[in-house]
């Protein structure tokens, strides 16, 4: 017997007749039974099919009811999330620097070489927790100019600071970096607070003017909107967002050190540092009006929160001059850069006399609360040895930062362990006070 398919009723007559003319053919003995019809996606997929139509069309009865409900319920729009931002170094950054030449203690047998910049899991530059019980602990607070990010890392004097006390005192000593590229005293201070404190720090050492004098020139506010360096930050979430954050997480989970020397390979190869951002674009062509008085009381204002901050909670406040190489000698990148600021009505006069201005605040702010400056403007030659553009330090004079700084900072660390010896102490160091 032929294996003849049921035949549905239903069927549109312009689909049967061809299987039909086949069958009667294949009566006749004229050819094989063709195969019947091709069944239809619901018919072979009839589950998945009707779940498919029935999320559609739930999706679309969702968004009919929104537009409908937009009419008669007030919306504030997409909900906004606000942050105050810790502006560190990210925790666990591994990065590769490689320095030009002048960098370098070449007289000291330092040779070029690539610098690495190692973040531990608070966020501080390393070598920092060198103890697990420290006699003294210090922590620096400052931008670009305390980071040292191009200097070795065992060269950097925040670093050498505790070693030169550790060997002078015969303690332990753990010095913090916790300065950051592109940070003013806001930043610091933000970092004092949430980050520092906790490690109830001896002494805390500040240096901040030049990234100030700057914010404050342009923005004439520290609480500005700058995308690079405001404080307070909104976030309104997006599928963008959302999205890379989940390819951050999933790289970070399954391949972070593949990742991370693909990184370091970039670099070496790259050979430089990458391009330089202009996070004051959005204001290059305006002139900026300067009122001193103001920018002053701004950056005074924050010098004094620094320090009553860090005497309520029993810390040793030292603040820092800048040193700069701003008086002549400049390299043909900072005039280009000098013109830039001279177009929006700075002249490079005015500039260098307001960085003056900054570091005399930071003395006159010393002095009247009685705190230590340690005035590496004056101690620190402004010569392309020591200053390599108009405010960064080389190896070298990052050498000769700490043994000043470590001179100044003998007789509070002197007075500081003797108070917890119930002594007197003496200057370990043996440097004039």
Known sequence: MWNIPFIRLSEPLGRLNPWLSSLRERVRGRGPLPPPPRKN?????????????????????????????????????????RYVRLRELAPLTFEVLNPPAKIFD????????????????????????????PDLTLAFLGGST????????????????????????????NSYNAARSGNNSLHSI???????MPLSPDVVVMMHNINDLVALLYEKTYW???ASRRVLVEVK????????????????DTIPHLYRALVELSQRLRGDQGQDIDEFSHLRGRKVAINRASLLQEFRSNL??????????????????????????????TWKE????????????????????????IREVGAANQVLVVDLARDIPSEPDYVYDPVHLTEKASKLAAQVISRDLAPLVTARLATRRGGQGSNALGFKQ
């Open 304 to 333: 004094q929160m620094f320090v009553d901050m860090c005497r309520d909670r029993q810390i040793v406040p030292v603040l820092m001059t800048q040193p700069n190489r701003l008086s002549g000698n400049l390299d043909p990148k």
């Open 237 to 252: 979430p997006t599928l963008t967002g959302q999205v890379r954050g989940f390819f951050q997480v999933l790289r970070e």
């Open 224 to 226: 500005n909107n700058n």
């Open 338 to 361: 000098i013109k830039v600021m001279e177009a929006q009505g700075i002249s490079f006069a005015e500039f260098e006399e307001l960085h003056g201005l900054f570091n005399q605040a």
């Open 106 to 133: 070449t007289e000291a047998g330092s040779t070029p070489r690539l610098v690495y910049i190692r973040v531990d899991e608070q966020g501080f530059l390393m070598p920092s927790r060198v103890h697990a019980h």
């Open 190 to 196: 933000n970092i004092l607070l949430h980050k520092v």
């Open 146 to 173: 305390t980071e040292c990010r191009v200097v070795p890392e065992e060269s950097r004097f925040p670093y050498l600071v505790g070693r030169r006390l550790e060997e002078a005192f015969k303690v332990k000593v």
């Open 41 to 81: 996606l619901f018919e072979r997929h009839p589950k998945k099919t009707l779940a498919v139509v029935v999320v559609l069309a739930i999706l679309v009865l969702a968004l009919v009811a929104d537009k409908i409900l937009a009419y008669k319920v007030t919306s504030q729009g997409p909900t906004i999330e």
